[in-house]
């Protein structure tokens, strides 16, 4: 037999607060033990029946608050069935005069419930969990809040983070709306492993050994917003996502295809991470991405993809393909990505750009050509009305001409340049004329440098 004390996270709402610099638990002179206060989060397991004696100055109106679970009868214990706080006489503080011995019962929103004993609206005596007397009836308590062994709960947000574990825990409360089960030996998500949680809308499972999701186990969920996947084995985008689904991080897996009906009716979908999966063109089947109305990010980087992928979503407003092996980018390959700001193409095998290319995203910004193996700038920067940022830096561009950034004359471009990088050049900085950057915000922002050939 044996009850667990737990030291839950400080919150200004709890009915009894208690804080000091240690605290003494008492097991009727069997054993005691001292925790450091007030540290969150932690728990001690005592071996024997246990009751609490709280001294008269350990009683302060501080923001810390206890929380008992009774996991067996603690018959030895005051109450008997039930682990007795008593309070010491006179009362401190907000305490008042003394009370006779209380019970503590933890809520689901990780505060704690007090109630004097014998009181009419005390709860039953029996602890969750705990053998019963054969005369007494089995009592429900659903003040009792769920955790599961180990684990860290607080509000809806339930934490299992590096416990070395290999499956989903049970227990879990169905009102959970945050699982984060990141940095544990997770193999597989099982039919049911989920099938409870119909409130989450979080789901963290980063850097575990996830090869397998069971077709089935993610359609309980249908208010999951965000699923985290990272750093698994996954060798393929999982099936069934809910489709309130807005964010999916499935980067650093072992993808090597992404069917059309991967993404099928995700129309909610915002923000997706597909990165440093062994993914190539030919893996990404055409209207893959078709069902994405209103996706705005997607990161393909650190794959083998040799070309910019088709049918993207007009929606998008970055698009991140960095570290990849696109040797040229095409004009079509761009066309109806109007609403695009934002352009990574950094560390690929570019050498060159096809002329018109920068007018199929009218509203770019920002692009991101650097370590590539450009030999010149990119045609159509002067006429482009809003893009402000532009990476140059370590290719092999020799020559800068004056009309290469700037339209004709002064002041004729809507937005100036708040950013050119051009260093790591073969370019000889010094030839660059200064009418180049005319239309430059501010000449800090020009990073010419000094070429060193390798």
Request: aromatic fraction near 8%; glycine fraction near 8%; charged fraction near 25%.
């Given at each position: 037999m044996f009850c667990e004390v737990v030291i839950l996270q400080s919150t200004p709402a709890c009915s009894w607060l208690v804080a000091s610099s240690s605290l003494q638990f008492s097991t009727l002179g069997l054993q005691s033990a001292s925790l450091d206060a007030p540290a969150a989060n932690l728990w001690i397991v005592f071996g024997d029946p246990l009751c609490l004696s709280l001294s008269h100055s350990l009683l302060l109106p501080l923001h810390l608050s206890v929380s008992l679970q009774c996991l067996h009868r603690a018959q030895a214990c005051e109450l008997r069935d039930e682990v007795g706080l008593s309070l010491p006489a006179p009362g401190v503080g907000v305490l008042g005069p003394a009370l006779p011995p209380v019970r503590l019962h933890g809520l689901h929103d990780g505060r704690a419930r007090l109630r004097r004993c014998g009181s009419p609206n005390a709860p039953p005596r029996t602890c969750p969990g705990a053998p019963r007397r054969p005369h007494e009836p089995a009592v429900d308590h659903p003040l009792a809040p769920l955790c599961p062994f180990r684990c860290q709960c607080h509000l809806r947000v339930v934490q299992c983070s590096d416990l070395g574990l290999k499956n989903i825990p049970e227990e879990i409360s169905a009102d959970t709306t945050l699982l984060d089960l990141q940095n544990n030996k997770i193999t597989e998500i099982r039919e049911n492993d989920l099938k409870a949680l119909k409130a989450l809308q979080t789901l963290i499972l980063v850097n575990n050994k996830i090869t397998t999701i069971h077709a089935k186990a993610l359609i309980p969920l249908g208010k999951l917003q965000r699923l985290y996947l990272s750093k698994n084995q996954l060798k393929e985008v999982p099936a069934n996502m809910p489709k309130s689904l807005q964010e999916l991080r499935i980067h650093e897996n072992e993808i090597s295809k992404m069917k059309k009906a991967s993404f099928a009716g995700m129309a909610n979908m915002i923000v997706m991470e597909l990165g440093s999966n062994p993914?190539?063109?030919?893996?990404?089947?055409?209207?893959?991405?078709?069902?994405?109305?209103?996706?705005?990010?997607?990161?393909?980087?650190?794959?083998d993809i040799s070309a910019i992928p088709k049918g993207l979503p007009s929606s998008l407003s970055e698009l991140h393909l960095d570290g990849n092996k696109i040797t040229k980018v095409q004009k079509e390959s761009l066309k109806g990505l109007k609403h695009l700001a934002k352009l990574g193409l950094s560390s690929n095998q570019i050498s060159s750009v096809e002329n018109g290319t920068l007018a199929m995203v009218p509203h770019l910004r920002e692009i991101h050509l650097d370590n590539n193996a450009l030999t010149s700038v990119p045609p159509g920067l002067p006429e482009h009305k809003y893009i402000q940022v532009i990476y140059l830096h370590n290719n092999k561009i020799a020559a800068v001409g004056t009309e290469d950034f700037c339209p004709p004359g002064y002041n004729t471009k809507k937005a100036m340049y708040s950013g050119i990088s051009l260093f790591s050049n073969p370019v000889p900085y010094w030839e660059v004329q200064p009418i180049t950057f005319r239309c430059v915000f501010d000449r800090s922002a020009i990073q010419l440098g000094n070429y060193r050939k390798k």
């Open positions: 993914l190539t063109a030919s893996g990404i089947e055409a209207g893959a991405f078709s069902d994405l109305k209103r996706v705005s990010y997607i990161r393909i980087s650190d794959t």
